[in-house]
């Protein structure tokens, strides 16, 4: 009954979506108040339901009702409940689900959070985003419907891939699709702004915020994946550019672009079109990723002929919301005329620079990831695009791209002085020097790039904190008045300072990674592997048993110059449902450096395979990203976006017709 009931509340979710997509709109085009006013409660609605059809699915998966083929394609009763919950979306009719969720939920969110804005502009947005809730719950219905049954149930299920099952993956797709579909708010108030025509200062003071909430769940997303891949996969790397990862990489580029890009909208009204573009860029790439990885396209080219009806239907989607959107930027972009001119060295351009190279780079990951399944699909030469392409191509591209986020704050609004501003980050000099002789003197020379990104990361960090001093005029007036200044500045100079901080740490923690060490031998216990000045020596293997799976549990001592460190205990996990072997690895970290151990496989002699690697500086690329979305929390919680923006004047045609009996 409540599998029937989530079904129901999805069907009624859709016939509610429909109609937020319609009447809000031609209400906005009549002005009359009554029809705007639906956009809302079709939004608040539309999130009670697809909450009540989220929670049906989880409840089947929690009570393993094997009734469900969904269910029993994913789950099974010996699963800790942890991960029985987290199989929800774990699968591709689950996450699809999960996306719908999303979706509702920055619905409603602009619903309740948007009294701030005109009724107009109000009722397009949510419209808006009716038509892509329209789009996506028709998609789910007619193709990936994870409400369907199985009679007669089997004893149980199949269980969930033991990839999937560790903490890390169970959380890192509602942070990645949160920042997904949290663009789509910024997308709706594009669409909504080409078809009235008006892109203002108060338009980007209403789009930043969810766009800075959106940037921080998919910057917590994406190193949240990166993390288990790191310390699940025990191939000891971060990042392998595979096409799973930079179908996320790249919507968060255009949107660390569209964040800056609309800054240059409140403060200097320019750059109106190119702002809007990159809202409709931004969440274009995020559908063109969600849907491909979720379709297996990025796995085969050819999973559409396996399932043409779902794959005709993403086609579809794509073209609908993509291709429409687009052209209507084509006929109304040229009427978004910018009224503040700029001197190229000045804060605009600084930011108008950091707009383009990120573009640049989001070009490069989108050729390199996709042009290879475009050539297989078309019957084209295989190609192997891989570390050697983007190293040598998106690298060099963020090299300046962090240069000027040092200089760009320093410069003035309209017209800059950028010698005045170079003078003033003298300090930054000296510390990059600094960084770069003792790097070279302790690497004894090299690799010469990686010296050069951390001293690069050290001219970042330097002048992130010389911007903070010049603001609160650290050492040009008494201290307590700089602290003064310090109190009263708006959180969202401290966003600002945190996020582009922790972009150095992760610059620092990216270059040590060409100082890591790697020691693979076949040990049987009492052998010893050395590594980075510790002994790790294989004492014994012991059968462990675990919630469904067993486990082979070494323990291994780690010494250095003889005295005891600790102990650690990397395993081999078999899951017999799957007939599966998984990894799980042992990490020790002081936070300079990560000691890394992975179990391989056993020989016939009782020897084992040992993999050791020694890892510099690797835990500040996840700490960076941390501190960067921090930085955005940080911004979101500044005053001026609760108080909202001043009111729009409105135009003379804009007189609301009321609603009946008002």
Not at 557 to 562: F, I, M
Not at 648 to 653: E, K, L
């Amino acid at each position: 009954m409540i599998i029937e009931l989530g079904h129901f509340a999805l069907i009624l979710a859709l016939f509610v979506a429909i109609i937020q997509s319609t009447i809000p709109l031609i209400g906005a085009e009549r002005r009359h108040v009554g029809w705007m006013a639906i956009g809302k409660s079709c939004a608040l609605i539309g999130f009670a339901l697809t909450a009540l059809s989220m929670l049906s699915l989880m409840y089947a998966y929690v009570t393993s009702d094997f009734t469900v083929i969904n269910v029993v394609e994913n789950s099974h009763t010996d699963k800790p409940l942890l991960y029985q919950i987290t199989g929800v979306w774990g699968n591709h009719e689950g996450s699809m689900l999960l996306w719908v969720f999303m979706l509702s939920l920055c619905a409603a969110a602009v619903a309740l959070f948007s009294d701030n804005l005109p009724p107009a502009l109000r009722a397009r947005v949510l419209a808006v985003q009716g038509m892509i809730a329209t789009g996506f719950l028709l998609f789910i219905l007619l193709t990936s419907n994870p409400f369907l049954r199985t009679f007669p149930p089997p004893a149980n299920g199949q269980g969930l891939n033991p990839v999937l099952q560790d903490p890390g993956l169970a959380f890192h797709p509602p942070f990645l699709y949160l920042g997904y579909v949290g663009f789509s708010v910024a997308f709706a108030f594009a669409v909504a702004a080409l078809i009235e025509g008006r892109v203002d200062a108060a338009w980007a003071r209403w789009v930043r915020p969810w766009t800075l909430a959106s940037w921080c769940a998919l910057t917590i997303g994406i190193a949240m994946g990166s993390w288990w891949a790191y310390y699940t996969l025990g191939w000891g790397g971060w990042w392998f550019w595979d096409p799973v990862e930079n179908a996320s990489f790249m919507p968060w580029l255009v949107g660390t672009a569209l964040i800056h890009s609309s800054i240059v909208v409140e403060k200097r009204d320019t750059l109106k079109s190119w702002t809007i573009l990159l809202a409709i860029i931004t969440f274009s790439l995020s559908l063109v990723g969600t849907f491909l990885v979720r379709s297996g396209v990025l796995t085969s080219v050819h999973a559409f002929a396996t399932d043409p009806q779902r794959g005709s239907f993403i086609l579809l989607l794509l073209v609908s919301a993509i291709g429409g959107s687009l052209t209507l930027y084509a006929i109304r972009a040229p009427a978004l005329k910018g009224g503040g001119l700029f001197a190229p060295i000045s804060r605009e351009g600084a930011l108008v620079l950091n707009n383009v190279l990120l573009s640049c780079g989001c070009a490069t990951v989108f050729l390199g990831t996709l042009y290879p399944l475009f050539l297989d699909a078309t019957g084209g030469p295989k190609l192997s695009v891989g570390f050697p392409f983007f190293n040598r191509t998106f690298a060099p591209m963020m090299v300046p791209m962090v240069m000027a986020v040092g200089v760009g704050p320093m410069l003035a609004w309209k017209r800059g002085d950028v010698l005045g501003a170079l003078q003033r980050l003298w300090v930054a000099y000296i510390a990059t020097a600094l960084v770069v002789l003792v790097a070279f003197y302790v690497t004894h020379g090299g690799p010469v790039l990686a010296v050069f990104g951390l001293g690069l990361s050290a001219w970042l960090a330097t002048a992130v904190l010389t911007e903070f001093a010049e603001r609160i005029r650290l050492f040009r007036i008494p201290l307590g008045d700089s602290v003064r200044r310090a109190i009263h500045l708006p959180r969202a100079s401290y966003g600002m300072s945190l996020a582009h901080f922790g972009l150095a740490v992760s610059v620092a923690g990216f270059a040590a990674s060409a100082w890591a060490q790697e020691a693979i031998q076949t040990l049987k216990p009492g052998g010893s592997i050395d590594i980075a000045g510790y002994q790790l020596t294989l004492q014994h293997v012991d059968r462990v048993p675990g919630p469904n799976y067993t486990a082979d549990d070494a323990s291994i001592r780690v010494t250095s110059g003889g005295d005891f460190v600790t102990m650690m205990h990397p395993q081999r996990r078999f899951f017999p449902l799957q007939q599966q072997t998984t990894g799980e690895t042992a990490i020790r970290t002081n936070l300079l450096a990560d000691l890394y151990v992975a179990l391989g496989d056993s020989g016939t002699a009782g020897d084992w395979t040992v993999r050791v690697y020694w890892k510099p500086l690797v835990p500040w690329i996840w700490l960076g990203a941390v501190i960067m979305a921090f930085g955005g929390m940080v911004s979101l919680s500044d005053r001026r976006w609760r108080v909202g923006a001043a009111a729009r004047a409105p135009r003379r045609a804009e007189q609301p017709v009321p609603a009946a009996g008002e």
